[in-house]
């Protein structure tokens, strides 16, 4: 069953604007990942961020947990065309082989 | 980076056929990999952990006689979709972690099937 819960399920912005992604989760987790899906292709990691951290940059990214709401927020800064595609978090609960489990993923367009 | 290879992109078959679809990892030892199945525009369904030397983990309401897993070395797991029906039409998808249990997944990058 899916846990993750995105918002908004599509973003629609112009080049140069920033884009905020949320996932909400329900049960525990270790850490929570962020995917980026191009259209019919795999997906590919972007970043990911433990459990006890709140806070997380790479490059134009910037993710925050809050795991006493469940919640994380992906935002892209100063975004490109280039960046057009389907974004998803993934919550790792733990189990021992790492499963993860992904939200329902937000659809970003990026308009020139 | 760890890429992971998953083979054939697309495959078209006619009902009642089996296909298998690969997933290598060619640059580090995957002891796990997992299958999920994706349906346009939504998320990714885990369908089964796949464990090298073992028998695969399959998600509630995934049909194991169905979809038949083999992870028969450190860098192959196949995915058989036996006796193929139009509503196995799907975007499969693997991964792999070549590292301790909460590094990142990387993906194959899919296969498209549709049964005539």
């Known amino acids: 069953s899916q846990q993750g819960e995105e918002d908004p399920q599509a973003l629609s912005i112009q080049e140069g604007e920033n884009a905020t992604m949320n996932c909400s989760y329900k049960t525990s987790i270790n850490n929570l990942q962020w995917y980026r899906q191009n259209s019919g292709r795999g997906l590919v990691h972007l970043i990911l961020?433990?459990?006890?951290?709140r806070e997380k940059h790479s490059g134009r990214l910037r993710v925050t947990l809050d795991t006493s709401k469940k919640s994380s927020s992906l935002l892209i800064t100063a975004s490109r065309a280039a960046d057009t595609a389907s974004y998803f978090c993934?919550?790792?609960?733990?189990?021992?082989?790492?499963?993860?489990?992904f939200g329902q993923g937000t659809i970003l367009t990026v308009h020139p | 980076g760890a890429v992971v290879s998953q083979h054939p992109s697309r495959v078209i078959c006619k009902s009642g056929t089996s296909v298998k679809i690969e997933c290598r990892s060619l640059d580090f030892q995957a002891t796990t990999m997992f299958w999920y199945r994706q349906f346009p525009k939504q998320s990714l369904m885990l369908m089964a952990t796949s464990n090298e030397g073992s028998k695969a983990t399959y998600e509630q309401g995934v049909e194991k006689d169905k979809f038949l897993i083999n992870h028969a070395s450190l860098t192959l797991s196949t995915l058989t979709v036996t006796s193929a029906h139009p509503e196995d039409s799907s975007f499969y998808i693997c991964?792999?972690?070549?590292?301790?249990?909460?590094?990142?997944?990387?993906f194959g990058n899919g296969t498209r099937l549709t049964v005539t």
């Open positions: 993934a919550t790792d609960g733990g189990t021992s082989y790492g499963k993860l489990t």
């Open positions: 961020i433990r459990s006890n951290e």
């Open positions: 991964s792999a972690r070549g590292g301790v249990s909460n590094s990142p997944l990387h």
